[in-house]
């Protein structure tokens, strides 16, 4: 049996909720890229970070404000980037994220990049709760993704977001 190396990044939100969320996408991206570094540097092969990674977690709301965060994938600019962080790295990276798929659909994403920086392809949430205080279902959609497992340059790894 092979062994991976795995490493997880979680941090507190960088900036205030009162600006736009492209600008939050911003500075959650930037400073994720020191932590990003000194995880390739110390030899992690699989990286990841938390849920919807570099927003705040806006579901305590129902404020439409957030449908601006999500993004394409890949093609959208945080993928772009952690495709080619990926590539540099040598490193798998899994990039939890708010995606939208087509206008006005939205999923609780987690995208796959391999170590040469190829896309492998991606996760959709697929149990959205709907509790007091949490408004998953006014954010995401449920997905259909039947728990894909990806084989990367390290093994095989299946993603869920919980």
């Known amino acids: 049996m092979q062994k991976m190396k795995i490493g997880l990044i979680q941090m507190g939100l960088k900036t205030s909720t009162d600006l736009e969320p492209a600008a939050i996408r911003d500075a959650m991206n930037e400073a994720?890229?020191?932590?990003?570094?000194?995880?390739a540097e110390q030899g992690v092969q699989v990286l990841c970070f938390q849920e919807v990674f570099n927003q705040p977690y806006f579901c305590p709301s129902q404020d439409s404000k957030w449908y601006a965060a999500a993004e394409?994938?890949?093609?959208?600019?945080?993928?772009?980037?952690?495709?080619?962080?990926?590539?540099?790295?040598r490193m798998v990276i899994i990039v939890p994220i708010y995606e939208e798929t087509e206008t006005?659909?939205?999923?609780?994403?987690?995208?796959?990049?391999?170590?040469?920086?190829?896309?492998?392809?991606?996760?959709?949430?697929?149990?959205?709760?709907?509790?007091?205080?949490?408004?998953?279902?006014?954010?995401?959609?449920?997905?259909?993704?039947?728990?894909?497992?990806?084989?990367?340059?390290y093994g095989k790894i299946g993603v869920y977001i919980c």
């Open 72 to 89: 394409r994938v890949p093609e959208g600019p945080t993928c772009q980037m952690m495709q080619k962080l990926a590539a540099e790295h």
């Open 104 to 153: 006005g659909v939205y999923y609780n994403t987690a995208a796959v990049f391999d170590a040469d920086g190829s896309y492998l392809g991606k996760y959709h949430k697929t149990h959205i709760p709907q509790v007091a205080g949490f408004w998953e279902k006014f954010f995401f959609k449920p997905g259909q993704s039947n728990w894909p497992v990806f084989d990367t340059a």
């Open 32 to 39: 994720h890229l020191p932590l990003i570094k000194q995880a």
